[in-house]
Structures are given as structure tokens and as C-alpha cells.
């Protein structure tokens, strides 16, 4: 119990080194850190509809210095389990999901929604 508050209190103390690390990075090139990031989500074959959704979380989570840009790989899969948790895993269904589960098309739930909210058949 002990180590692990003296862990959180060496991470709390990097919040600020990993915030300008993190800026400094994204002043030079913006797009090749939320690649890296998506890339690493996808690698762990995540559904199309959450991949997104994690690797934006772990987007504000780098600028919000809750990680270090080393760490991105390493964490993936917390970030992927507190999205989970969050969204209700199996409750909610995301609009990017693909309307048909075994692949057949690209067409989204999102794209049958009609402007009153009902889904078109």
C-alpha cells in the first residue's frame, strides 16, 4: 500500500515535465502523436467504434500530463478498460458501430439515424 502512494506521489511530481514534453512534441508536429497513439490502440484489435474513443482519451490524458509520451503503448489497455467501464460495456452502442456485426458493408448505425431520432429499416 505504502509503494504504491509513493508511486502516484513520483507520477504527481512528473505531471509537469510530461505536460511540456507533451506540448514540445505537439509544437512540432501535432499529427504524429495522435498517430502513434491510434496506432497503438489498433494494434491491439480493438472494435473500429472504440478505437477513436480511446485513443482520444489517451490524447487529453498526455496533455493533462497522466502519462508520459513513452508510456502510450504501455497504456493502451488501461485506458481501454476505463472506456469500457465508463460507457457501460454492451449497454450503449456507439454511431460508428457497423450496422451489420459479421462485416457485411460499411454502413453505420449513425448513417440510418434519421433528423427526428428513429432509425431508418
Do not use: C
Amino acid at each position: 500500500m505504502l509503494q504504491a502512494e509513493q508511486r502516484r506521489a513520483e507520477r504527481e511530481e512528473q505531471r509537469e515535465i510530461w505536460v511540456a514534453e507533451t506540448k514540445e512534441a505537439m509544437s512540432r508536429n501535432p499529427g504524429v502523436i495522435f498517430s502513434q497513439i491510434r496506432r497503438a490502440v489498433s494494434a491491439n484489435k480493438y472494435p473500429v467504434d472504440v478505437v477513436d474513443d480511446i485513443a482520444s482519451d489517451m490524447m487529453i490524458g498526455l496533455l493533462q500530463g497522466d502519462m508520459p509520451l513513452s508510456e502510450i503503448k504501455a497504456s493502451v489497455a488501461r485506458y481501454a478498460q476505463e472506456h469500457y467501464r465508463q460507457r457501460g460495456w454492451k449497454k450503449t452502442l456507439s454511431l460508428h458501430a457497423p450496422r451489420f456485426p459479421n462485416g457485411d458493408g460499411i454502413e453505420t448505425l449513425g448513417d440510418r439515424l434519421t433528423t427526428d431520432g428513429t432509425f431508418l429499416r
